[in-house]
């Protein structure tokens, strides 16, 4: 993914052409989006670095779209477009930077051509320089740190109780700060480093799992796993002791394998799996509904659960398709005797839609974003505890 990301939302087809245009011919991969509720998904998609948002929007109040912006804690520069006066331009630029929205500047419309350019050369970044030298130092020396973002589950209509987590690694750079791994995890396949960085996934999740559960916090813990393990025979028995060391029940351990990841041997792939989930882990097929994704994985393969992607989930509210390919791939997990888990789900009206369709999980922004472990106990906290101060009786 390029590192100067540039994301459009205008209802006008002109100024998306126009903008679009100006900004790959400055080297930004653009993604446009005329509907402000496809706003936040294109966010979690794309990861934009600059964001050219207007204010003018039919049946919308643009600064309702900034607050929601800003709920989203994206890092990307905020661009401000509209028809209005100049003091309305100032008055949301003051407003979205009270938000927390990292407001870069305005553009009256009409836009002009050289202010456009001007602008977006200014917010253009240079590409970080990231070498398998120093990822491997940063493996080493500890430089990685282990994210996690809430995963909640059905258990009851309108009852969504946070009981498992997604660890996403980080890498804190001495020169760039934190740093994302769609920028770093290409450099470990190629760099022959990305068994030592699961490695270390692993086991910062799986220390993580043990101290929440000391605290009486019993949470089941998702990690991704690269498709270069699938031919590792050493690595179901390796990842049992990472277990036991922690004091975990395997059942409350899940492998997330992508439907894009290559098998270099199926068969040997096959063997793994089988050995993973007679040690009762769990296994997720994650991405699925993106690029070319193949249903035979699905009943070949001994998988417990199915991660619809966030680009389909985010559509379901106001795309009578994507709303009914989600609730078939609901009830198709469900045959399969498999769970069901939606992505990004960034608002309640989607998590009420995935609740009529009996989807079993959910993680997203409108349940919480990945934070540090000690952020996430008290979010779980908070989410579970006002479950309880409804009145449930039921245990969470």
């Given amino acids: 993914m390029g590192v100067n990301r540039l994301l459009i939302m205008d209802d006008e087809p002109e100024v998306r052409r126009f903008v679009s245009e100006v900004g790959r011919d400055l080297g930004f991969k653009v993604t446009d989006v005329a509907d402000p509720s496809q706003l936040i998904g294109a966010i979690r998609k794309v990861s934009p670095t600059v964001i050219i948002l207007d204010l003018q929007i039919p049946n919308k109040d643009g600064i309702e779209v900034l607050r929601s912006l800003a709920e989203t804690q994206s890092s990307a520069k905020v661009l401000l477009t509209s028809g209005l006066d100049e003091q309305v331009l100032t008055t949301a630029e003051q407003l979205g930077m009270a938000m927390g929205v990292d407001i870069a500047g305005s553009l009256s419309k009409p836009i002009r051509f050289d202010h456009l350019e001007t602008q977006l050369v200014r917010l253009k970044i240079e590409e970080k320089?990231?070498?398998?030298?120093?990822?491997?130092?940063?493996?080493?020396?500890?430089?990685?740190?282990?994210?996690?973002q809430p995963k909640a589950t059905m258990k009851s209509p309108g009852r969504w109780v946070m009981e498992g987590a997604e660890a996403l690694v980080r890498w804190q750079h001495d020169d760039y700060g934190l740093i994302y791994p769609n920028e770093f995890l290409d450099l470990a396949e190629q760099?022959?480093?990305?068994?030592?960085?699961?490695?270390f996934v692993f086991r910062a999740a799986m220390e993580q799992a043990g101290v929440w559960s000391a605290n009486g916090l019993h949470m089941e813990v998702a990690v991704n796993l690269s498709a270069q393990f699938l031919s590792d025979l050493e690595f179901p028995d390796r990842l049992m002791v990472l277990v036991r060391e922690n004091s975990l029940d395997p059942g409350s351990l899940t492998l997330e394998l992508s439907?894009?990841?290559?098998?270099?041997?199926?068969?040997?792939?096959?063997?793994?799996?089988?050995?993973?989930?007679?040690?009762?882990?769990?296994?997720?097929?994650?991405?699925?509904?993106?690029?070319?994704?193949?249903?035979?994985?699905?009943?070949?393969?001994?998988?417990?659960?199915?991660?619809?992607?966030?680009?389909?989930?985010?559509?379901?509210?106001?795309?009578?398709?994507?709303?009914?390919?989600?609730?078939?791939?609901?009830?198709?997990?469900?045959?399969?005797?498999?769970?069901?888990?939606?992505?990004?789900?960034?608002?309640?009206?989607?998590?009420?839609?995935?609740?009529?369709?009996?989807?079993?999980?959910?993680?997203?922004?409108?349940?919480?974003?990945?934070?540090?472990?000690?952020?996430?106990?008290?979010?779980?906290?908070?989410?579970?505890?006002?479950?309880?101060?409804?009145?449930?009786?039921?245990?969470?």
């Fill in 129 to 148: 320089q990231l070498t398998s030298g120093q990822l491997a130092e940063a493996i080493e020396s500890g430089q990685l740190v282990v994210h996690f």
């Fill in 191 to 199: 760099s022959g480093l990305m068994a030592g960085l699961t490695d």
């Fill in 259 to 396: 439907q894009t990841a290559g098998m270099e041997d199926p068969g040997l792939a096959m063997e793994i799996l089988a050995r993973l989930r007679a040690k009762n882990i769990g296994l997720a097929l994650d991405d699925f509904g993106t690029g070319f994704s193949s249903l035979t994985q699905l009943y070949r393969m001994p998988f417990t659960e199915l991660k619809i992607d966030g680009s389909v989930i985010s559509e379901i509210t106001q795309d009578e398709n994507a709303k009914a390919m989600v609730e078939g791939l609901v009830y198709l997990a469900h045959k399969l005797n498999m769970k069901a888990c939606a992505e990004a789900v960034e608002n309640a009206a989607t998590l009420e839609l995935l609740e009529q369709m009996r989807c079993d999980k959910a993680q997203g922004h409108h349940l919480g974003e990945p934070v540090r472990p000690s952020e996430l106990e008290s979010m779980v906290e908070r989410w579970n505890g006002r479950l309880r101060r409804r009145g449930r009786t039921e245990v969470v």
